[in-house]
């Protein structure tokens, strides 16, 4: 007989369902985890705010992380402490209708749901993960979903309602973790004098931890899938192109992001006149880099934070060169490379199936930001140039790097455009840039409690989880046996999710949308010799 874990043998003997609040204690490299059974759930065991790396301070800031090793009873009932970061919006007032933008209710809770983390506590000492387990039903060993959220690397956290992983572990049999990471600065400082991409690290020490303890929970650590949505899909392709030596992961799903995106990464020669602006904008300067370091780790966080955004708005608007008004990921050729289509070429990327995938309408939600906050509204034809190089060739391009090495991969387009989940009225939000994320989630009524979902919605919203969770469950043959065809650009073979609200996947020639996409010299010769182009 099968070894069973303690959280299995408690689940066995009915703890994980009695009527009591607390979720069978499980012991990990972090210490004993205090969960609870998680609300609105058929005992669902939640372990909130685990910490797998030591806080990021003193002299641990703007260094890489430390795994977080311990024997004591944690109480991970509670989200951890968000990240530093910084969002474009803070409160409802942000939010109301004006000649460019008619808002829906819903939209106003959406917005304020995804994007304005509120509620959240700011701190260094963030670095935490969550999992959500049902280890008394289904597979003894379950398929896990590691969950990377988005945010332009400058926001995000786990502390949403719309990433709680708890109905998807109810209803799909699959163990769902979610990740914080380092964003903005602390996370992305570009320092000559240390380790970059520190954000990108910590997902990989994240990774580390969900092989390490997952099966405690009783999950899986060879069938562990990568997921993310725009930020959170390019870090999760970062990955996929970094770890080659030591992938860990099973499969990737990379929505709406791909290191493909123009204008990323950034230089390290940008990354760190960036650095050398800040720290002399905080009184930091020595011809000593690790003077300049230890100077600026003596500065709270909230100064360094404000300070750098200052520098990085200011460098942005005057045109000064090689100071991005951003934070991201940066050239360090160790995790991330300057050209990544000769790194596909090479057949340097972790060649593990890849599902990828975009919105129909991705400006959807930037028209309605822009237009609430006041920012200059693009015309239309900008806005299509925009989704069709940001999102539509970026992609198809990476689906083509995967099919460069022979890899499976499956590419899809998502319709979805359902009354709950719609943010405006004019101009029609349409299936904007994260959409997606509260249908997989199943959390698009926790987010919002304005508008019921339809009939229509509930049968996408079912498939489209499903395709997910046969993706997790079996990344190589998962898809080919839910009905979804490998992707080929020659064919029609791309998924067109919820079209006009339908379920299914409603194939397409993928030349309909990426008509007048470039495709990168160094891959032209072996997709000529594969005969895909």
Known sequence: ????????????????????????????????????????????????????????????????????????????????????????????????????????????????????????????????????????????????????????????????????????????????????????????????????????????LAVEWVRDNIAAFGGDPDRITLFGQSAGGSSVDYYAYAWTEDPIVAGFICESGTVFTPGTPVSAADASAKWTAIATALG????????????????????????????????????????????????????????????????????????????????????????????????????????????????SERALASLCNSVPTWRYRYFGNFPDLQLSTVPDSGAWHGIEIPTIFGTDLDIQNAVQRTPAQEQVAAYVRGMWVAFAKDPVNGLTNYGLPKYNPLAATLLQLAYYNQTGPNTVNPAVYDIGCVIDEPLLGILEALGLI
């Open 284 to 395: 930091c300067t020595s011809s000593d880099s690790t003077e300049v370091t230890e100077c600026m780790r003596a500065i709270d966080w909230q100064t360094v934070q404000d300070t750098s955004l200052a520098v990085a708005a200011a460098s942005s608007s005057s045109g000064i060169a090689g100071i991005s008004s951003g934070f991201g990921p940066s050239v360090d050729n160790i995790v991330v490379f300057a050209d990544y289509a000769a790194q596909s070429a090479s057949g340097s990327l972790i060649k593990r199936p890849l599902l990828i995938g975009e919105n129909n309408d991705e400006a959807g939600l930037f028209k309605v930001i822009f237009g609430l906050t006041g920012q200059t509204q693009l015309s239309d034809a900008e806005w299509s140039f925009l989704e069709t190089s940001l999102f539509t060739c970026a992609l």
């Open 1 to 204: 007989m099968a070894r069973l874990t303690l959280i299995q043998l408690l689940a066995l003997a009915g703890y994980a369902t009695t009527a009591s609040a607390d979720a069978a204690r499980v012991t990990t490299s972090s210490g004993i985890l205090q969960g609870q059974i998680a609300s609105n759930t058929d005992g669902v065991s939640e372990y909130l705010g685990i910490p797998y790396a030591q806080p990021p301070v003193g002299s641990l800031r703007w260094a890489p992380p430390v795994a977080y090793n311990g024997t004591d009873v944690i109480d991970a009932t509670a989200f951890g402490n968000t990240c530093p970061a910084t969002t474009g919006i803070t409160s409802a007032s942000q939010l109301q209708s004006n000649d460019e933008v008619t808002v829906t209710p819903q939209g106003v809770d959406i917005i304020m749901a995804m994007l304005a983390q509120a509620d959240v506590m700011y701190s260094e000492d963030c670095l935490t993960l969550n999992v959500w387990t049902k280890p008394q039903t289904g597979e003894a060993s379950k398929a896990v979903l590691v969950w990377i959220y988005g945010g332009g690397y400058t926001s995000g956290t786990t502390n949403t309602t719309a990433y709680n992983g708890k109905y998807l572990a109810d209803t799909e049999d699959v163990i769902i973790v979610t990740v914080n990471y380092r964003v903005g600065f602390l996370g992305f400082p570009g320092n000559p004098d240390s380790r970059t991409n520190l954000g990108l690290l910590d997902q990989r």
